[in-house]
């Protein structure tokens, strides 16, 4: 289902699970994202990808592309399986506009972009996040991590 039919069958004020992945052929290289929005019957799938990119990069925009599409939604569980992401979101953020955008030893925080523009889809939502460990059979997780990795390949094929 495209997410533009997800967003007129389900309840805004329930919760929307997540599921996103990031991958990457070569780091940096070529890499894709993949997510999943559900609730109830419904879910809905989007992928994208970029020339030159890292996986840390991608793992990122999934969260932040399925975030803007879900901009209407006040409740989302949002499971990942890089520990980056969501520690980075839920607890070194903080401290890292504290410091100025800088980490613990003063040096610049890596995809600092992306980490503001993440922070601020967050705000005024309530949004969990949950970790899975990758590749050990979560359904979900190994759905967006083939939407992921089909997006590297479409990149690779197109190049």
């Given at each position: 289902m495209l997410f533009s039919e997800f967003l007129t069958v389900i309840n805004k004020e329930e919760t929307v699970s997540v599921f996103i992945d990031g991958a990457c052929s070569g780091n940096p290289g070529p890499g894709g994202w993949g997510g999943i929005a559900k609730q109830g019957n419904y879910d809905a799938e989007i992928s994208g990808g970029e020339n030159n990119t890292t996986n840390n990069r991608m793992e990122l925009l999934a969260a932040i592309k399925v975030l803007s599409l879900l901009e209407s939604c006040n409740n989302i569980l949002i499971t990942t399986d890089s520990q980056y992401l969501k520690n980075g979101i839920e607890k070194w953020i903080v401290q890292w506009k504290k410091n100025g955008w800088k980490t613990a030893d003063k040096s610049p925080v890596k995809n600092q972009d992306l980490w503001v523009?993440?922070?601020?889809?967050?705000?005024?939502?309530r949004i969990s996040w949950a970790w899975v460990k990758g590749h050990n059979g979560n359904p979900d997780n190994e759905r967006a991590d083939v939407l992921a990795t089909h997006a590297v390949m479409k990149i690779i094929i197109n190049n």
């Open positions: 523009e993440l922070d601020n889809i967050c705000q005024g939502k």
